[in-house]
């Protein structure tokens, strides 16, 4: 995430066990090693993302996959290509997904200079790294064998959390969007569901909460939850958010359109 490569030899033990495939997210990653190699070459495929604002950014939308599979490498053309291999004639359902000259120009000059652009993030992400002196920020972490990473961004206004039991990882937690000025936070979490029904879920937003009130001193902690999920808005309100409206934006799920609800929790309800 962010650049830096996760420890790829559980994962490459876990899909040989169960014979699974494994697909790496490198959006951020253009160059990044773990123990030495490139991310995008431990799985099946690596999928990049040359978006304007990733390390190696085209104008507009762009991406690639990498992938030393024939047979993956012959479907996937295909599919980005009307489902064809020869004109006219579609072996599968496809989508019109070719990388147009404009975004291939600029990338082809830019990767002859991946490894200054490289070196440019890794030198102002040791800047900050030295020069950023307050105990509110926490700094990125390095894992052993992925050293050789590259800074995507350097994110002080996030924080994430992994909540374990019985050394099992259960899910993550965070907070996105913290606002220093206005002394507020989005809160967002995800589970497995091993977590059902074990009450984690719930103790992990209650130490959230407390991190969030506490340690970084803020005023109030929102989500945002779709308009169907009742589930989850139980849960939020158990940990004590408050309704507080309707969102501006809506999302298409489907052809239909469904609102989204705000709530928060400010600081002195927990």
């Known amino acids: 995430m962010y650049g830096q490569a996760s420890d790829m030899k559980p994962i490459m033990e876990l899909s040989k066990e169960y ?22 070459t431990f799985g099946i495929v690596g999928c990049f993302s040359f978006y304007p604002t990733k390390n190696l950014g085209a104008f507009g939308d762009a991406g690639a996959i990498v992938t030393d599979d024939k047979y993956f490498a012959e479907q996937v053309r295909m599919i980005r290509n009307y489902g064809s291999k020869v004109k006219y004639y579609n072996d ?11 975004q291939a120009v600029l990338l082809r000059v ?21 020069g950023i002196q307050n105990n509110k920020v926490i700094l990125p972490q390095i894992r052993k064998g992925a050293e050789d990473f590259i800074i995507h961004s350097f994110k002080e206004n996030e924080r994430h959390f992994a909540f374990i039991d019985n050394n099992e990882y259960l899910g993550t937690i965070s907070l996105k969007n913290i606002s220093w000025k206005n002394k507020n936070a989005e809160y967002a979490i995800v589970t497995r569901k091993k977590a059902q029904g074990t009450g984690a879920a719930r103790k992990a937003t209650e130490e959230i909460l407390k991190y969030a009130f506490q340690e970084l001193e803020l005023h109030k902690v929102y989500l945002n939850v779709l308009e169907t999920n009742k589930k989850a808005q139980h849960f939020y309100e158990k940990c004590g958010f408050l309704y507080e409206g309707i ?3 809506v999302v298409q799920i489907n052809e239909k359109y469904y609102d989204l609800l705000w709530y928060g929790i400010i600081e002195n309800r927990i």
């Open 247 to 249: 969102a501006k934006e």
């Open 110 to 130: 830019k990767l002859k200079h991946i490894y200054e652009l490289n070196d440019e993030r890794k030198n102002l992400a040791k800047r900050y790294s030295e």
């Open 19 to 40: 014979g699974l495939l494994v697909i790496e997210d490198c959006a951020q990653s253009h160059g990044a090693c773990f123990e030495g190699k490139m991310t995008g």
């Open 92 to 102: 599968v359902e496809g989508l019109n997904s070719r990388l147009d000259e404009i």
